[in-house]
């Protein structure tokens, strides 16, 4: 898990690769979950809430560039 204040430092770019990744492993614990493999599935959830976490900071950014 990284902090809120962790990725406000990175670039938009990271955010974006960091963004396709944990989606991706997202789709990985979806999959383990479905055939009984998850052994932690609040992997899941947490999975979810850092994408959301990173998508709210590069809409924050795209927001105040067009101020």
Same mark, same amino acid.
């Given at each position: 898990?990284?902090?809120?204040?962790?990725?406000?430092?990175?670039?938009?770019?990271?955010?974006?690769?960091?963004?396709? #990744?944990?989606?991706?492993?997202?789709?990985?614990? %979806?999959?383990?979950?479905?055939?009984?493999?998850?052994?932690?599935?609040? %992997?899941?959830?947490?999975?979810?809430?850092?994408?959301?976490?990173?998508?709210?900071?590069? *809409?924050? *950014?795209?927001?105040?560039?067009? #101020?």
């Amino acid at each position: 898990m990284t902090t809120a204040a962790e990725l406000k430092q990175k670039d938009t770019e990271e955010l974006r690769a960091l963004v396709a #990744e944990l989606r991706e492993e997202g789709f990985r614990l %979806r999959m383990q979950h479905h055939t009984g493999q998850l052994d932690k599935v609040s %992997r899941l959830s947490q999975t979810r809430r850092d994408v959301a976490r990173i998508l709210t900071i590069l *809409r924050q *950014r795209e927001l105040a560039d067009k #101020e």
